[in-house]
T-cell receptor, first 114, second 109 residues
Framework: GAVVSQHPSRVICKSGTSVKIECRSL??????MFWYRQFPKKSLMLMAT?????????EQGVEKDKFLINHASLTLSTLTVTSAHPEDSSFYIC??????????FGQGTRLTVV | KQEVTQIPAALSVPEGENLVLNCSFT??????LQWFRQDPGKGLTSLLL?????REQTSGRLNASLDKSSGRSTLYIAASQPGDSATYLC????????FGAGTTVTVRA
């Protein structure tokens, strides 16, 4: 199957700093990428949908100024958590696909804000 | 808005027993449904994908059925093993993927 690489897998940052998470489709061109957040023992919550070259579409309740998403190319999307606070600590997962049939997931990033 | 429900939330069985995991969804206008496995602290591993036109998919000891009209899917795992212990998530694709909360499975040796 197609491979989606997410980096870093773990990151610890100080409160007030920004953190960037990368999501790359290694062997296919991803027209659409999705970013999810997972709270402990909870399911995945869709944060935003991004299409290459367009502004991301955020789900209700997700702060677009805090969670900046850039989908600059067909193989790369980034999520930047700005001015991170401890409540932003979570597991973030990206997903990429070329059409509506199947989505491929990265391995996730564990963000801890101290 | 698509709502996805998974029952039971947790399941503990002795090794060798068959597992039955249920997933229900509210809007039947879907492209497909996917079952994933998630180990603690890890990402998602895709197990099976069923297109909306299909009734079931099989891979090894895994079999997933789909009844789109009633909004239900079932994942069967035959002859469970301790290595099957994980959380199993179903996701419904109606352009966006909507996930259930998962079923956490423990297989006792």
């Amino acid at each position: 199957g197609a491979v989606v690489s997410q980096h870093p897998s773990r990151v610890i940052c100080k409160s007030g700093t920004s953190v960037k998470i990368e999501c790359r489709s290694l062997d296919f061109q991803a027209t659409t990428m999705f970013w999810y957040r997972q709270f402990p023992k909870k399911s995945l919550m869709l944060m935003a949908t991004s299409n290459e070259g367009s502004k991301a579409t955020y789900e209700q309740g997700v702060e677009k100024d805090k969670f900046l998403i850039n989908h600059a190319s067909l193989t790369l999307s980034t999520l930047t958590v700005t001015s991170a606070h401890p409540e932003d600590s979570s597991f973030y997962i990206c997903s990429a696909r070329t059409d509506v049939t199947e989505a491929f997931f990265g391995q996730g990033t564990r963000l801890t804000v101290v | 808005k698509q709502e996805v429900t998974q029952i039971p939330a947790a399941l503990s069985v002795p090794e060798g027993e068959n597992l039955v995991l249920n997933c229900s969804f509210t809007d039947s206008a879907i492209y497909n449904l996917q079952w994933f496995r998630q180990d603690p602290g890890k990402g998602l591993t895709s197990l099976l994908l069923i297109q909306s036109s299909q009734r079931e998919q099989t891979s090894g000891r895994l079999n997933a059925s789909l009844d789109k009209s009633s909004g239900r899917s079932t994942l069967y795992i035959a002859a469970s093993q301790p290595g099957d212990s994980a959380t199993y998530l179903c996701a419904v694709n109606d352009y966006k993927l909507s996930f259930g909360a998962g079923t956490t499975v423990t297989v006792r040796a």
